[in-house]
């Protein structure tokens, strides 16, 4: 009898143990979580906001955008705390928005709506950008030199509003690259529940990906001082040549793009995974094929994939990635979590597709299985949640201890709501931007850059490189917080 209760109260505490760890009332919260996300998408939208909009205290912005070149480039996000729109991280957003929404849809439950609208939000824009001027590609509107000097809410922006675009004469394969990227992997998004958008959108994929082939050079050449040293192409432009590819293979199947993606040559072999550099997200995407379908044609990007995993596991003897000793991924001191959200985005896909048909690999000794992987990125998200030395969440809105003075003027100044009468460019400074009180308006959803590499944080509005979110910190968590929510 006392064998049978002994057995009966370690049941029911196995049974507490699985459902806090990892249910969807647990804690962390994925569920939560992943709803927080869209709604950060809705408080960094450009342009006139929709009926709908739930983020109140933004209001419309940037609506002569365009203007200077009379087209119309309204819409599309601000990419992070200021009130520029840098095309080439905003695709890079828009595509692993799509990709997690591809992967992860079915378990989002009700926020798959709120998924559609985040990216139909982006490639509304970059078709604008796409097909305003025939021989065009619009890249940005802002003069971010210009606006980076000022402290406004984007609703009160009274900066030039310069267009950049790329053309044959001043090429752009990176930016083209991923802006082809981000429209084709929407295609596959859009395709059964609005097929004609998503016609739309793979015809544009199309156009965009052959000028990124025919007119080659790096965005960074030809814009300079635009785009640099704010989002320079570091890594070249042949990863978004590769990643625009892969996508474009994916989305028609035209063995045309399988062809030129095998002229590319060697890849690189990246520990890392970004905006910049999307070599390992390539690598992961084309092993799908060689995992799920058996396709010995693709075996080169699998061993390539798990390379990648070996160079980011803890235990491998390839290793090249630090920890803190609160256990982040430690790649790069400026908004290091961008890193950790994308590759912990690349651990759970690569992860699935391993447990699909029951894989293994071997770094050196180290034997490695889907939970390897899948194990990992859910430790990295669990501590962005807030399972850290400090117990801090690093998503704003989520849980009582979250980043309260974040680098981003919209929630920083008062709402046009609160503070009807206009803030210009040097007004937001004192008494807003300088003060030590928290921003009025909280952002729900935004992942801060994150701790530095003592799990410190010092919540500190000046300190850009860890108290700034983007859109494409928050885009890559998507995917595996719809993962582990379900």
């Known amino acids: 009898m006392a064998k049978a209760n002994i057995l009966l109260i370690f049941l029911c505490s196995l049974g507490l143990l699985l459902l806090g760890g990892v249910g969807v009332e647990g804690n962390p919260n994925y569920r939560d979580a992943l709803q927080k996300s869209f709604l950060f998408f809705q408080g960094q939208r450009s342009g006139k906001l929709p009926a709908n909009q739930k983020v109140s205290w933004r ?115 990176d930016v083209a690259g991923e802006t082809a990227a981000a429209l084709a992997a929407a295609s596959l998004v859009f395709r059964r529940v609005d097929p004609k958008y998503s016609r739309l959108l793979l015809q544009t994929a199309r156009k965009v990906m052959a000028f990124a082939i025919q007119y080659r050079g790096a965005y960074s050449d030809s814009l300079g001082s635009a785009v640099c040293p704010f989002y320079c192409s570091y890594s070249g432009y042949k990863d978004e040549l590769l990643w625009g590819a892969a996508w474009l293979f994916r989305a028609t199947n035209d063995a045309y793009y399988y062809n030129f993606l095998k002229t590319l040559g060697a890849d690189d072999q990246p520990d890392i995974f970004s905006w910049d550099n999307k070599y390992a997200g390539a690598h992961v995407l084309l092993s799908r094929m060689a995992l799920l379908g ?35 991924m430690y790649k790069l001191p400026e908004s290091n979590l961008q890193y950790v959200t994308s590759i912990s985005f690349l651990l759970t896909t690569y992860g699935k597709y391993m447990k699909a048909k029951k894989q293994t690999f071997n770094c050196g000794s180290l034997f490695v299985t889907p939970n390897s992987l899948i194990g990992l990125a859910k430790r990295q998200v669990d501590y962005i949640l807030g399972e850290n030395p400090i117990k801090m969440s690093y998503m704003v809105g989520l849980g009582r201890n979250f980043p309260k003075r974040i680098h981003h003027r919209g929630s920083s100044l008062p709402s046009l709501a609160k503070h009807p009468q206009s803030i210009g460019c040097d007004g937001g400074f004192q008494p807003y931007f300088y003060s030590s009180n928290p921003n009025p308006n909280i952002l729900v959803g935004a992942i801060v850059g994150g701790p530095n590499q003592n799990d410190g944080f010092p919540d500190d509005r000046s300190d850009y490189s860890h108290s700034e979110p983007s859109t494409y910190i928050t885009a890559a968590l998507v995917g595996p917080l719809a993962y582990f929510s379900h």
């Not at 990709?99 to 490639?123: C, D, F, S």
């Not at 604008?128 to 980076?148: E, F, I, R, T």
């Not at 693709?298 to 000793?325: G, V």
Request: charged residues 20%; glycine residues 10%; hydrophobic residues 30%.
């Open 59 to 173: 209001s419309n912005s940037g609506l002569s955008d365009g203007s200077l070149d009379h087209v119309d480039l309204t819409g599309g996000y601000y990419d992070a705390g200021d009130n520029v729109k840098f095309n080439f991280p905003m695709a890079f957003t828009t595509t692993m928005l799509s990709w997690g929404t591809l992967e992860y849809g079915k378990r989002m439950g009700p926020q798959l709506q709120e998924a559609r609208a985040a990216i139909r939000w982006a490639t509304d824009y970059l078709l604008k950008c796409a097909n305003s001027k025939p021989g065009k590609l619009y890249v940005g509107v802002g003069d971010p030199n210009v606006d980076h000097k000022c402290w406004e809410r984007p609703e009160d922006m009274d900066t030039v509003r310069t267009v950049y675009s790329v053309s044959s004469s001043n090429p752009g394969s």
């Open 294 to 328: 058996k396709d010995k044609n693709f075996e080169q990007f699998k061993q390539e994939a798990e390379s990648f995993m070996c160079r980011i596991l803890p235990n491998s003897p390839y290793s090249t990635t630090q920890y803190t000793q609160g256990g982040l």
